[in-house]
């Protein structure tokens, strides 16, 4: 055995064992003081708006606020795996993008349990376009220069240059007082030929959010293909919880992630019609579930889900026309039914994912519960003003639960690729498959309903899980490119959590 397998064989068997000692603590809650100053309902694991309406929190902030702990056993790897972690470690809510200069490379992230302890940065990449990855943890959040007790809800992009970029959640679990940063949004950069094939360079701290407020749901694009003055811009955006409402914020690079711009809102007032609702009537401004995309002239478009309706919640997108400087009034893509879980097991959302062509064409999807069951929507749009009406993705027959979609975009062909969860192969039951359907521009279908996941089931309550079972992610991730789609989705056919990924025509 060489001295490389050793330290690796060493290295596993010490984390197995400290992933045993940990498995058997609590992780207790926060005081009910930082829930009042959150607004935060344990009950429904939501904040409460001013109007009384319910937010969903993803991950990290319910994580926060209500934290359980637990692992199980695992040592064998599908066949698709991305996030190659071997032992009782979990991983969950993936991203994905594709490398505009090559075909070949992609870049993968995951809220990453492999330390045992909590939740990191996991970060894959692959240079074969998806036959194998490398996949690797990254640890500065927790070693510094931020210092912050973990981090996750990631999000990937990679520019024209070639660059990666990682962007993720930092957050305390202790309650924010006294000026102490409660969380913060921070993007790094990597160069994929250095030696370690991922982060190089030092993180930038977006946005610090202090004593009652916290950043949550992160969102990353790169204008990596147009031709105007804000080329290889980067785009963060992320929802700013506070006391009394939760606009989505925005910050931009024009340095290639060396350092962001000030943060500015992104849901910008929208008028009582739209939004007559929430603290301030017409501001739109208790969002959340931001999706974020790069279309024609290098315009900066924003999706999110919005609460300040008087009837149901709905899906909003803005645009900015000078690089993410300014936004202007958002638009309505569609009315929102939030779903629900019928097995009441892990929580769901109805949160929007935004593809834009290059051309133009704007791309939604989200899980809608307005037949009464949640389905899979998709709306269209050449002007960000004017939708389509939502066209139902999984038409699957009967009453299935069909959630976490996500949507890509082939900019070449202006073919859609969208994947989604479906239990329509176990109807009735709490397991599922992972599918994916491609359409043209226009949105006529290319493809039947494929599942991509292999043949064992996914059960979202495997024994190596986070949370105690509550949490299987708050989404799933999807990138195109000239040689296909590229979905992404956690995994349970192990008996733990795994991100898995695979190529489709």
Not at 132 to 140: E, G, K
Not at 209 to 233: E, H, P, W
Not at 236 to 259: C, K
Request: hydrophobic share 40%; charged share 15%.
């Amino acid at each position: 055995m060489v001295k490389e397998e050793k330290s690796l064989l060493l290295y596993r068997s010490a984390a197995l064992v400290f992933g045993l000692a940990l498995s058997l603590q609590a992780w207790p809650a926060l005081s009910a003081q930082t829930n009042v100053i959150f607004r935060y309902d344990a009950a429904r694991g939501a904040m409460r708006t001013a109007n009384g309406r319910y937010i969903p929190l993803t991950g990290l902030v319910a994580g926060m606020l209500d934290r359980r702990h637990s692992q199980g056993f695992a040592f064998a790897q599908p066949l698709n795996a991305v996030s190659g972690i071997v032992g009782p470690f979990s991983a969950n809510e993936p991203a994905i993008a594709s490398d505009p200069t090559s075909a070949k490379h992609l870049i993968g992230s995951a809220n990453d349990y492999r330390l045992g302890e909590d939740t990191d940065g996991g970060l894959y990449a692959t240079f074969n376009g998806g036959s194998s990855w490398r996949d690797n943890v990254v640890q500065y959040v927790v070693s510094g220069p931020l210092y912050y007790d973990a981090d996750g809800d990631p999000a990937v992009g990679v520019d024209k240059l070639g660059d990666d970029f990682y962007s993720s959640l930092a957050f305390n679990r202790s309650g924010p007082s006294g000026g102490s940063p409660a969380s913060a949004a921070i993007v790094a950069r990597s160069h994929p030929n250095v030696s370690d094939a991922f982060v190089d360079a030092t993180p930038v701290r977006v946005n610090a959010a202090i004593d009652q407020y916290f950043d949550d749901k992160d969102a990353l694009a790169v204008d990596d293909g147009t031709a105007g003055s804000f080329r290889n811009s980067v785009y963060s955006t992320f929802t700013l919880f506070g006391p009394n409402t939760s606009p989505i914020m925005e910050a931009y690079s024009r340095d290639h992630g060396v350092s962001f711009s000030s943060i500015v809102v992104a849901s910008a007032p929208g008028g009582t019609k739209l939004c007559p609702g929430g603290t301030t009537a017409g501001a739109c401004a208790d969002d959340s579930g931001s999706s974020v995309g790069v279309g024609a002239a290098g315009a900066v478009w924003v999706a999110y889900e919005n609460f300040d309706s008087s009837g149901s919640n709905q899906i909003l997108i803005s645009k900015s026309t000078n690089g993410g400087a300014a936004f202007g009034p958002p638009s309505k893509v569609a009315d929102d039914h939030d779903i629900a879980n019928p097995f009441k097991t892990f929580r769901v959302n109805s949160f929007p994912n935004l593809a834009a062509a290059a051309g133009g064409r704007l791309y939604v999807v989200w899980a809608d519960a307005g037949a009464g069951f949640p389905q899979i929507l998709i709306a269209t749009s050449s002007n960000g003003t004017s939708w389509t009406a939502p066209k139902v993705v999984a038409t699957d027959a009967g009453a299935n639960f069909h959630f976490f979609p996500a949507v890509a975009v082939q900019q070449t062909t202006g073919d859609v690729y969208v994947s989604w969860y479906s239990n329509g192969h176990h109807a009735g039951q709490d397991i599922y498959d992972y599918f994916y359907r491609k359409f043209s521009a226009a949105l006529s279908p290319l493809t039947g309903e494929t599942a991509v996941s292999a043949a064992t089931p996914i059960s979202p309550c495997p024994t190596g899980v986070e949370f105690g079972c509550s949490f299987f992610g708050d989404y799933t991730g999807m990138a195109a490119n000239s040689a296909g789609g590229y979905p992404i989705w956690t995994d349970t056919r192990t008996g733990q959590e795994e991100i898995e990924s695979k190529p489709v025509p």
